[in-house]
């Protein structure tokens, strides 16, 4: 099992910056969970559907959703089994919970996510 957990969420103003944090635990989690398995960012606004925003794979390619494109960076500290979300130049139309998940052995497993709010 994989244990994520979310944090680094708040209310911000439009233009400024928030990094989000994922830290793993768990017996299958493994020293690097997020640099050794694709791992991606969500988010889900209030009654919209969850989209995804950022990913990472095992041998490094990212890949972001067309809108946060040049804003997000997605990366991992595999010392300390963390995942990140640095968000920059954040827009109103940003605002949602943010959750993050990993793929382990065919397993897929989610956090329980951390509010992002940004104001006009």
């Known amino acids: 099992q994989v244990q994520l957990v979310e944090s680094g969420g708040g209310l911000v103003q439009a233009g400024e910056s928030l990094r989000l944090s994922c830290g793993a635990s768990?017996?299958?989690?493994?020293?690097?969970?997020?640099?050794?398995?694709?791992a991606k960012w969500y988010r889900q606004a209030p009654g919209k559907q969850r989209e995804w925003v950022a990913l990472m794979t095992p041998h490094g390619p990212t890949n972001y959703r067309e809108s946060v494109k040049g804003r997000f960076t997605i990366s991992a500290d595999s010392t300390s089994n963390t995942m990140y979300l640095q968000m920059n130049n954040l827009k109103p139309e940003d605002t949602a919970t943010y959750y993050c998940?990993?793929?382990?052995?065919?397993?897929?497993?989610w956090g329980p996510g951390t509010q992002v709010s940004v104001s006009a």
């Open positions: 768990g017996t299958a989690s493994s020293p690097n969970v997020f640099t050794a398995n694709t």
């Open positions: 998940n990993v793929e382990v052995h065919m397993k897929t497993f």
